[in-house]
């Protein structure tokens, strides 16, 4: 597995501190020849993301962008899955902390109450922090098994492209929490308007080989070829200019904006936000009510 990053973890703004932190480095980082490899590392907890690990990922994209070496950045999970999503229910959530705001200007959340707090907090780690990434100006590619489910779906779409070995399965079953996906709304993109209505409605399982059909992922293989495969594919493109690469990137990307990508999620986060204000005043939280256990049984 690839070593910890050596970059010093994000500090807090204002507030209360974060508790210290006692376990291993939530990302790994390690650069081997032209490839950057980014490492989520949570894996007991199928590698939730919770704030730590976000600002950590951040931390390691901008060393792979600042790295003339690298010409490649390859994201991955420890474990047995790529990632379950947002963290909303293992001993190491830090929602309520703050850290230092990277991708946009909205305030400090954790002194915040309501909307006010939720908008301003999932506007910088959620749809900011994605928006960020995708604008790498390196190809990124995901390296997808088991579990990309929820927010672990926005880590895999702002990746350029997805290898995905034949045990891995996507879904984003937000729905049944009344919220009408996950804050990156990047659904009828990465794949046709119905196909995303049913993924949404049914909240189902899609797995690897309907997501190869559909488009949403380029390659997939066997679980023992996952790594290799990735890594033949990063050397490949690795080969081309850097500027070619980083031109031809936000060459497309900007195509999906003209296509409705940016103004789409813009509107989408507000409906997003909607809900979770609606089941604040009806439920007994942001959630609909629905916790980890909760959607595990909904979802087996």
Known sequence: MPAAHDSPRPAPHEGPEPAPYQGPEPVLYERRGPVAYVTMNRPRYRNAQNSAMTYALDVAFYRAADDPDVKVVVLAGAGDHFSAGHDIGTPERDAHLPFERRAGLWWDHSDKQGAESRFA?????????????????????????????????????????????????????????????????????????????EFLFTGDRMSARRAYEVGMVNRVVSRGELAGTTDELALRVAEMPRLGLALTKRAVNQAEDLQGLHAGMDSVFGLHHLAHAHNAETAKDSLGGMDVRAMKEANA
């Open 121 to 197: 907090r999932e506007s910088e780690v959620y749809l900011g922090m994605c928006r960020r990434w995708r604008e790498l100006p390196k190809p990124v590619i995901a390296s997808v098994h088991g579990a990309c489910v929820a927010g672990g779906l926005m880590l895999a779409w702002v990746c350029d492209l997805i290898v995905a070995s034949d045990d891995a399965f996507f879904a984003d079953p937000v729905v049944r929490m009344g919220i009408p996906g996950v804050e990156y709304f990047a659904h009828p993109w990465v794949m046709p308007p119905r196909v995303a209505k």
